[in-house]
């Protein structure tokens, strides 16, 4: 290798597009990867996800990055994996029908604890379904679409703004928990433009991933530190390390039994449960004094709140709980919202996250749905009827 | 290249209690993680041969053992990543490659390889495969063919020779298998090459050549399979299979006809083994640096 620095494995901070810019939720997201420190990108074309990998296709090779397309999503996942073990930070993007393609090196990067950040912006469907209209139906995918028991983390932005953010907090929390996080946007966020505003480098904390200090006689690469994450070495490090697929020790050997299994599989749940202020995010938008709450999150949480504010308007004592975090549901913010008499979840789709819902209020007040099946936000009259109505249960 | 024969065991210069014997260690052992032994392959199994080569490839192509990175897919050779110290990552049924097109791309200071068997790297990944080759993405790709899926009990395969019998071919194979070496030519291999078990210095020549190269590089080797293809076709154990393999190769360099890339593999015809290809493209990374210097040229 030629004495040059690695600019991916050691990215410079970028500060040529400091400031404020007319510009759309996916290249928000391709600009928020940047600031993190993604410098590595491989994907596959896909509506309504193409515009991320066009403009990383553009911005990476200055910045001494790397994009390389690949022949399919899931070669993409394997290819952002490969990368994130030799030390980039890593990042693919899809939608829907890419994202099937992808469950199964999710998986891999859950199992063998590597952090990278796939991004799914959400089209309708099943199968090819509505390539350029909106849906926020891979919830459900995104929660347990994988085989085998696994606890995922999901974001879902509502505006460009929240794109850029983020993806940023994407990245920080795959390096902390060392595990794949998934951004789910959706159409209508992914192709609007707003304003976005780039802050200069340093101004929101960058985090990467902790190393092994141990020399490395002694490295276990699945040893837990405190916070249940192991450290990791990269590729190259010297440490002869050892990552796998199979159910394995702390020192990575495969060992596929009850025993080793019942300690692994766990660990991999509590790392990601019992750390939520790495990643929980929440918005409460007029909940003071609210006996009807809205949960919503993403394009839809844009039109609950315009339900919120036609409510408010006539009297009505409603308010939100915007998840920007979606999964792990954020149960302890929904439940500590004591005065709620009744919810209503709105989300494009025919009842996902909503089932979370549910599960969590175990039948204490009603809970309504308010979804459509894809290519339609709800929109906020609709909102605002099923917050007033007498109906319990599904409307 | 200097074809050198070592001792295959080193007197460690340990002395036993009475002082007279000493303790024989093999030159490899700090290669391997002597710790995770016994193996888990079967008796007569070329795996651990092709292993053997690959080691003796990095020494001799003075690769230091820190820059060492093995990529595997599932199956039995897939095995290779618990007994070979070297950063090791045992992925995905059939992603080995694409897995290490991210490695390699992201560290180029590293030598990268691949090894997974016949049915990782032709059927479910063979798709990667074209595609890594046409890109001439930097990887050693090591292909141990048994000619069937061993790790779940003998199925077909698509390097199974036709008629052959496998738990899922109990009336003979109706497929054709890929010729593997014609194939990596095609999709464009900058090296390629096919030997079996039996030759192992002829292999570990080869491994040893092929970690001086540069690009996307492949390497199939023929291994016995005795508890499972052997047996089910009647070649016996395995060392009736390596007898096989000394009375039906033929060397490339034997044959007068010179564009030979391969052969088909059919039960009881001659096996062709030798390299075919050893050339020069330019690979993945140089072109992309190319394309990296136009856009800072560009200003974007």
Redesign the interface.
């Known amino acids: ?1 030629s004495s040059a620095a ?1 600019l ?2 050691a990215p410079k901070a970028d500060d040529s597009m400091v400031g404020t810019h007319f510009m759309s939720g996916d290249h928000a997201c391709a600009e928020g990867a940047i600031y993190a420190g993604c410098r ?1 990108f ?1 994907g596959y074309p896909i509506t309504p996800a193409t515009e991320i990998a066009e403009h990383l296709a ?2 990476l ?2 910045l ?1 990055g ?1 994009y ?1 397309q ?3 999503e ?3 996942v ?11 930070k ?1 990042m693919t993007a899809t939608s829907g029908p890419g994202f099937s393609l992808m469950m ?2 999710l ?2 990067g859950i199992m ?1 604890e590597v952090p990278t950040v796939i991004v799914n912006v959400q089209r309708g469907g099943p199968s090819t379904g509505l390539p350029t209209s909106v849906g926020q139906q891979d919830m459900m995918q995104a929660r347990f679409g994988s085989h085998g028991d696994f606890t995922s983390i999901a974001l879902s932005p509502q505006s460009p703004q929240e794109a850029f953010d983020l993806t940023v907090h994407a990245f920080n929390v795959a390096e902390k928990l060392r595990t794949p996080v998934l951004l789910m946007m959706d159409e209508v966020v992914g192709h609007m433009h707003e304003r976005v505003i780039v802050p200069p480098p340093g101004q929101i904390p960058i985090r990467s991933r902790t190393r092994p200090t141990v020399p490395p006689a002694e490295y276990r690469p699945y040893k837990p530190g405190p916070d249940l994450v192991p450290p990791m070495a ?13 159910t394995h020790n702390e020192l990575g ?2 060992v596929t039994t009850y025993e080793v299994q019942k300690v692994l599989v766990p660990r991999l749940r509590d790392k990601v449960l019992k750390n939520r202020e790495v990643y929980e995010r929440v918005e409460l938008y007029k909940t003071e004094g609210a006996t009807t709450l809205i949960v919503s999150y993403g394009i839809t949480a844009r039109s609950a709140r315009r339900a919120v504010d036609l409510g408010r308007a006539k009297g009505h004592r409603i308010g939100m709980l915007r998840l920007l975090s979606v999964w792990p549901f954020p149960a302890a913010r929904l439940l500590g919202l004591k005065q709620i008499r009744r919810i209503v979840v709105a989300e494009v789709n025919m009842g996902q996250v909503v089932l979370e819902v549910e599960r969590l209020v175990s039948g204490s007040c009603p809970v309504i749905h308010v979804g459509t099946p894809g290519g339609l936000v709800p929109l906020p009259e609709t909102i605002l009827d099923a917050c007033l109505s007498k109906a319990g249960g599904k409307a | 290249m200097t074809a050198t024969t070592e001792p295959l065991l080193k007197d460690s210069g340990h002395k036993g209690p009475n002082g007279s014997s000493s303790v024989l260690h093999h030159p490899y052992d700090h290669l391997l993680r002597a710790e995770a032994l016994p193996h888990i392959w079967c008796p007569g199994c070329g795996i651990g041969t092709a292993i053997g080569a690959l080691v003796y490839g990095f020494e001799h192509a003075s690769i230091p053992q820190e820059k060492r990175v093995i990529v595997s897919g599932i199956g039995c050779s897939s095995r290779i990543v618990y007994y070979a110290k070297t950063d090791a990552y045992h992925t995905t049924h059939g992603r080995a490659i694409p897995f290490a097109t991210g490695l390699k791309l992201s560290n180029p200071a590293l030598c990268v390889v691949v090894f997974a068997g016949d049915g990782d790297l032709f059927a479910i990944g063979g798709n990667h495969f074209i595609h890594a080759a046409r890109r001439n993405i930097d990887l050693l790709v090591v292909c141990i063919n048994n000619f069937n899926y061993g790790m779940t009990g003998g199925q077909s395969g698509p390097t199974t020779p036709p008629g052959a019998l496998s738990t899922t071919t109990p009336y003979g194979n109706p497929e054709l298998p890929f010729n593997l070496p014609d194939l990596a030519s095609a999709a464009g291999a900058t090296y390629v090459a096919r030997w079996t078990t039996l030759d192992v210095r002829r292999l570990r020549m080869a491994f040893a050549e092929v970690l001086t190269r540069r690009g996307f590089r492949f390497l199939e080797v023929l291994a016995p399979c005795p508890v499972s293809f052997g047996k089910t076709n009647k070649i016996g154990s395995g060392a009736e299979e390596m007898e096989y393999y000394r009375a039906l190769e033929v060397l490339k360099s034997r044959i007068e006809s010179t564009n030979l890339i391969g052969s088909e593999i059919e039960l009881g015809k001659p096996i062709v083994v030798g390299k075919f290809v050893d050339r020069t493209r330019e690979t993945f990374g140089e072109r992309y640096a190319r394309v990296a210097a136009k856009a800072a040229e560009a200003g974007a």
């Open positions: 290798m690695n991916l494995l590595f491989a553009e911005r090779p200055a001494g790397q390389i690949m022949e399919d899931i070669a993409s394997a290819a952002i994996l490969g990368a994130s073990v030799a030390g980039a890593s199964e090196n998986g891999l063998m990269l590729a190259g490090d010297g440490y002869a390390v050892r990552f796998t697929s199979l050997q495969a």
